[in-house]
């Protein structure tokens, strides 16, 4: 007798497209926060050790950031020594920025995230049975018996929810 049995499943959450999206909606905002903060740092790093202005990846930096750091140009003065030059300001703009898409991240996930839901589970199984038969015996003798089952159940993520299942359904040749 020859038995081959096929399994299946499938898993349904209710609101987890949402969740991935809302989760890599987040990510980008700390995404594009680390690339500015990392600008604004290095752009600080840069004018307390003097590097040389005129350097074309230094001037790059600072026409980059400076529309960042513009709006708190003013606030404080700028202590320096020679050539190095601490900026307060841009040390200000690092923390309100962050401040800003902690609050952006923050209302993202409020307003679009949805908690766990029921999960469905859905399970096919199909099983064939395949009687040996000897060599001698005629081929049209040969029987096959096939069962699909199907199960679907609905599970709670917690103890508050109540669990749907559906009943086995069964088929054989002869039951259609």
Known sequence: MTDYQDVRTTRHEQGQEQRVTTFKVTQIIWLLLGILESGLALRILFKLIAVNPSNPFASFLYKVT???VAPFASLLGTPSAGNMVLEISSIIAMLVYLLIAWVLERIVYVLFYRPRGLVSTRQTI?????PQQPQEAHLGNSQTVTTN???????PVDNNQTVDTQP???QTPGSF
């Not at 199909?126 to 395949?130: E, G, I, L, N, R």
């Not at 089952?149 to 599970?155: A, D, I, P």
């Open 66 to 68: 400076e529309p960042f």
């Open 149 to 155: 089952r199907t199960m679907t159940t609905q599970v």
């Open 168 to 170: 086995v359904k069964t």
């Open 126 to 130: 199909v099983s064939d049975h395949t």
